[in-house]
């Protein structure tokens, strides 16, 4: 069964575990100096938060697989909704290590489809094998996924603005 996945960047992650455990529930289910993880069942989500600087706020959204067929399957499916998808193959990342694919929805919301293979000590730094499934030339990865199309220069939500 697939899982949904949400990754936020957070200002303070002492301030962040304590909210999201009350919110929850629950504990983290893997807990460092600068990330969290809470792998709940209701609803079946892999909640996370990191503490590793840029901007706070989401980070990206994603679907957290099982195996490498379903693993294909949805990549493919990605790939059909965005046109290109980032294949990272040995990625180490998030405390974990395993394979992915990356692909940007119209908003510019980045999604991560993966299967994890293995948990690791260290938050990790990137991937054996990148390539790029399109027509176009992606842009540059780092860890927790490719640098969005659309720059950090997005306009802001007006004060006030429904759901700011």
């Keep these: 069964m697939n899982r949904l996945h949400v990754h936020l960047h ?4 002492g301030e962040s575990v304590r909210f999201y455990s009350t919110l929850f529930g629950s504990e983290p ?12 069942d209701n609803p079946r989500v892999n909640f996370a938060i990191s ?3 840029g901007e706070a706020g989401l980070g990206h959204l994603g679907i957290q697989v099982e ?8 990549t493919a499916r990605a790939k059909d909704a965005a046109g290109e998808v ?14 992915k694919s990356w692909a940007e ?5 980045r999604w991560e489809t993966f299967h994890t293979t293995g948990d ?3 938050f990790g730094v990137g991937a054996d094998e990148m390539h790029t499934e399109v ?3 992606s842009t540059a990865s780092g860890c927790c996924g490719p640098v969005p199309k659309a720059t950090a220069e997005k306009p802001k939500a007006a004060a006030g603005a429904c759901c700011a």
């Design 51 to 53: 503490a590793r600087g």
């Design 86 to 99: 980032l294949i990272e193959r040995g990625a180490t990342c998030c405390y974990a290590s395993g394979n």
């Design 120 to 122: 690791l000590t260290t």
């Design 67 to 74: 195996d490498e067929a379903e693993l294909g399957a949805v």
């Design 135 to 137: 027509a176009a030339q």
């Design 10 to 13: 957070v200002r303070d992650i």
């Design 105 to 109: 929805d119209p908003q510019g919301v």
């Design 29 to 40: 289910t893997k807990r460092e100096s600068d990330y969290a993880k809470w792998m709940l």
